[in-house]
């Protein structure tokens, strides 16, 4: 009986002991299993920063990356569209300071174009003249110009973003002038492509980041005056493309740093509503290289539209501000769609006593007939839309 007493009592224990071996084993299984769901930060990977890069933001973020609006998120994350804009030559002449100096901005641009502006999430014109009030005059050049450096605030009132100054009148007062835009443009907070103190500034993409993309833009010119503008003769200078190789290296450097690369290229033929052959190869270099987007200027008039392997070019989108009038231009809008392919809408423009100013009517139905008749393949619907 005694014996049969201790053997329930063994039986008991090992059962006990069991019991608790069991338990624990489930405790620590378990909180294991909570350690490796937190464990995680469950974000999705980062772009690595850009190396010797300028950017510019109105948003700050985490990650140090600059963010401009334009690109609209959900609550889930996923990349929307995107909007660019693009003005051509602008130049602060007398005609438009005495403008601004009279009724502000709104004696300069009509209160659509200055919205869709404003509202565009990142904005790039061709700046052809430098910000300075000093410098010397090139000699024996029929027409030279420069602005005030105070002046720089039209650029911010009009919501410019980045500028190129690669085109043959940054040089127009010489390279103190030039030296002298820098510094406006820097203390505005507006980049600057294409020129720069040495080649390695002038071949420097500005990135902006939006819809959680990066954008990245280059510029170069193919019209200077004499060759001593060129940044491989003189610094300050611009990034020349008299062949495509300099340019070509930048763009096969800047475009792994970015999602979406435009190159803004100054050439062709002054008055010229038709791209020089040179220009048609050049841009299809371009393209090849990198680019996604290729934009001109130069000739202060229009020229057409074609596509690439599926890439746009705008060969001259005329002058945007300049003088007392303009005849026509356009102010191009790209859109950029998640899958990285881009939409382009005109938005016709002309200027009356120094005021530019939105075509409407028959007036925009007019230039949209005309642009369709020196481009490549394409048919503009009737809101501007290229197709």
Not at 10 to 36: H, R
Not at 81 to 106: H, K, N, T
Not at 339 to 362: F, I, W
Request: net charge negative; with cysteine; glycine share 10%.
């Amino acid at each position: 009986m005694k014996k049969s007493i201790q053997r329930a009592m063994v039986s008991m224990l090992v059962l006990t002991l069991a019991g608790a071996g069991l338990c624990f084993w489930l405790y620590k299984a378990e909180g294991y299993d909570k350690k490796e769901q937190y464990s995680g930060s469950g974000k999705e990977s980062q772009r690595p920063e850009k190396e010797s890069s300028q950017e510019v933001g109105v948003d700050p973020v985490l990650d140090g990356d600059a963010v401009l609006d334009g690109g609209r998120d959900d609550l889930q994350g996923e990349v929307q569209e995107v909007s660019l804009i693009f003005a051509g030559d602008i130049y602060l002449s007398s005609y438009v300071l005495e403008q601004y100096d009279r009724e502000g901005i709104g004696g300069v641009l009509s209160e659509k174009l200055l919205s869709e502006m404003q509202q565009g999430g990142i904005v790039m014109a061709n700046e052809e003249f430098p910000f300075s009030a000093g410098g010397v005059q090139a000699p024996d050049k029929q027409f030279t110009f420069r602005a005030d450096p105070s002046y720089v605030k039209i650029f911010q009132e009009m919501g410019v973003d980045v500028v190129s100054l690669a085109n043959n009148h940054a040089l127009d007062y010489g390279p103190d002038a030039l030296a002298d835009s820098f510094q406006a443009l820097d203390g505005a907070g507006i980049a600057y492509v294409g020129a720069g103190a040495d080649k390695a500034r002038a071949s420097e993409p500005f990135f902006a980041q939006a819809g959680q993309k990066t954008f990245g833009f280059l510029a170069a010119s193919r019209v200077i005056p004499v060759a001593e503008w060129n940044i491989e003769n003189q610094q300050p200078g611009m990034l020349c493309t008299y062949d495509s190789a300099a340019l070509c290296e930048a763009i096969r450097t800047t475009k792994p740093q970015c999602d979406f690369l435009t190159v803004y290229v100054h050439w062709g033929i002054e008055r010229e509503n038709v791209p020089q052959e040179y220009q048609r190869q050049l841009a299809r270099e371009y393209i090849d290289a990198g680019a996604d987007l290729v934009v001109g200027a130069h000739p202060h008039v229009l020229q057409g539209i074609e596509y690439y392997n599926g890439k746009p070019i705008a060969y001259s989108l005329g002058n945007y501000i300049f003088n007392q009038e303009i005849g026509a231009a356009v102010l191009l809008k790209v859109t950029v769609t998640p899958e990285n392919e881009s939409r382009l809408q005109l938005v016709p423009v002309y200027a009356v006593g120094a005021k530019t100013q939105e075509m409407d009517g028959e007036q925009a139905a007019e230039l949209y007939r005309f642009m369709e008749g020196i481009s490549y393949g394409i048919h503009i619907g009737t809101e501007g839309q290229v197709e």
